[in-house]
């Protein structure tokens, strides 16, 4: 069984901030297989298959800073391995729609990375970035919390389909091949 992990905030105030990337391609994914997300008391969850394999999707609603508590319960409850997990994320080192896959790694400052490490004891997760750009005159914490210009909205949506587009791929055909067909610029 898959884990994927969109990393967001809950609530409507943070909808379509760049914060909230990870949350975008797993409802993109959800809409691709025709799955519909059920709310539970820290985390939204959707379940099927794809590729032939089990999979949940779930939406931390915990907020980013301790989205590991809601992974944790989900990995306790389905016995996932790290390996098993991929977490989507928004990264401000990448240009604005930038993707990266890669098979593990510090949290790289992100917090919900870091929430996820802590609370499941390993960083050997898979984690698909997307770039969100940064504006060194914007403060790192209002940055992630504000939303996409409109001159990005189309890098924005076509790096949510491409990274909706990975997930099956890593499922499918492995971590290096996804690696070398989606981390090109």
Not at 25 to 35: F, G, H, I, M
Not at 122 to 136: A, E, L, N, T, Y
């Amino acid at each position: 069984m898959w884990l994927l992990v969109g990393l967001g905030n809950p609530g409507s105030r943070y909808a379509k901030t760049r914060h909230n990337i990870g949350f975008l391609v797993l409802e993109e994914l959800a809409d691709r297989q025709d799955l519909e997300f059920r709310e539970k008391t820290d985390y939204k969850i959707c379940d099927g298959s794809i590729e032939g394999e089990k999979i949940a999707l779930i939406e931390p609603l915990t907020f980013m800073n301790r989205s590991g508590s809601a992974v944790r319960k989900v990995v306790d409850r389905f016995a996932i391995p790290p390996e098993n997990i991929i977490v989507v994320h928004d990264d401000l080192d990448l240009e604005t729609g930038r993707l990266k896959v890669r098979r593990r790694g510090s949290s790289g400052g992100h917090k919900g990375l870091e929430s996820i490490i802590q609370c499941i004891g390993s960083s050997d997760f898979i984690r698909v970035k997307i770039g969100i750009g940064r504006d060194q005159r914007v403060p790192v914490e209002k940055f992630v919390l504000s939303r996409f210009a409109k001159e990005e909205l189309p890098a924005v949506k076509e790096a949510i389909s491409r990274a909706a587009d990975s997930i099956p791929f890593i499922i499918s055909e492995g971590i290096e091949k996804a690696m070398n067909r989606f981390n090109k610029k």
